[in-house]
């Protein structure tokens, strides 16, 4: 069995998806405006520097700071709400097309992030990947603590994709990565196909020096524009329920072009 393993932001989509979402939690008064403008800010240094080690670490402790005591289920609730509205036009319809291809292809496809799991979750259900590895804050009485049971970051990442692999039975030298960021190095070392997407300058460097393919992604699609196999459960539902009225719709006019018949026919 092959896989092809997705980095989350800047690789499947245009930014920080935890950034990105900072303005709905904002609106339900899980953070402060000054939190709000530096993550604006943070946004910004993102899509243009990228994120090395020491701002990774930085936006953890501070992460980690600022959401002790939230409730989990509050901030599930958030997430899945506004994931359609805020996550699915940063989507790179390159990313879409390359999940597609790999599912053709037969290959297991997962998301491996370092945002929390009450992101990376309901985005892979979305996207209907096979698996994902995501950051799992510690919770304890249905609050997060402010501390990590796992942070899906650098060498952890690839130790995680290890275990999934040996788990499963994945052929890791047959598999793929990718990802934008040179602290994700040991996550492209770990299978025998690593892709740098939209790379950080170490990483570009790093990719020309071993030859490494290259992918560039520019375009940020809505999901909803997508092929049928990438439509969302919410755009399921509501397409049933339009295919449901419709049955309804037709059944009422057939009742009715037969009773019309049957009256003039007596």
């Not at 036009?89 to 370092?114: C, T």
């Amino acid at each position: 069995m092959e896989a092809a393993f997705f980095d989350l932001d800047k690789t499947i989509i245009a930014r920080s998806s935890p950034l990105a979402l900072s303005r709905s939690f904002f609106k339900e008064g899980l953070i402060g405006r000054t939190f709000l403008l530096k993550s604006l800010y943070a946004q910004l240094v993102f899509h243009l520097l990228g994120a090395d080690e020491e701002k990774m670490e930085r936006m953890r402790i501070e992460a980690a700071r600022l959401t002790a005591g939230w409730e989990q289920e509050r901030v599930r609730q958030v997430v899945t709400e506004v994931l359609e509205e805020v996550i699915s036009p940063i989507i790179y319809a390159e990313a879409l097309e390359l999940m597609f291809d790999h599912r053709e292809a037969g290959r297991l496809i997962v998301i491996v992030s370092s945002s929390p799991v009450e992101i990376v979750e309901p985005l892979a259900d979305m996207l209907r990947v096979d698996r994902f590895i995501a950051t799992q804050p510690t919770v304890v009485d249905g609050k997060y603590t402010g501390e990590l049971d796992f942070y899906a970051y650098g060498p952890f990442k690839a130790e995680a994709i290890e275990k999934l692999a040996a788990e499963i039975g994945i052929d890791l030298s047959s598999s793929y990565a990718y990802t934008d960021s040179i602290t994700d190095l040991p996550m492209l070392e770990a299978v025998g196909n690593p892709v740098p997407v939209n790379p950080d300058k170490e990483l570009r460097r790093l990719a020309t020096e071993r030859e490494w393919d290259v992918r560039w992604f520019r375009k940020p699609v809505t999901l909803r524009s997508r092929l049928p196999h990438f439509q969302t459960p919410e755009m399921n539902r509501q397409n049933k329920a339009m295919a449901a009225a419709g049955v309804v719709a037709l059944a009422a006019a057939t009742w009715w072009l037969t009773r019309d018949r049957s009256h003039k026919a007596t």
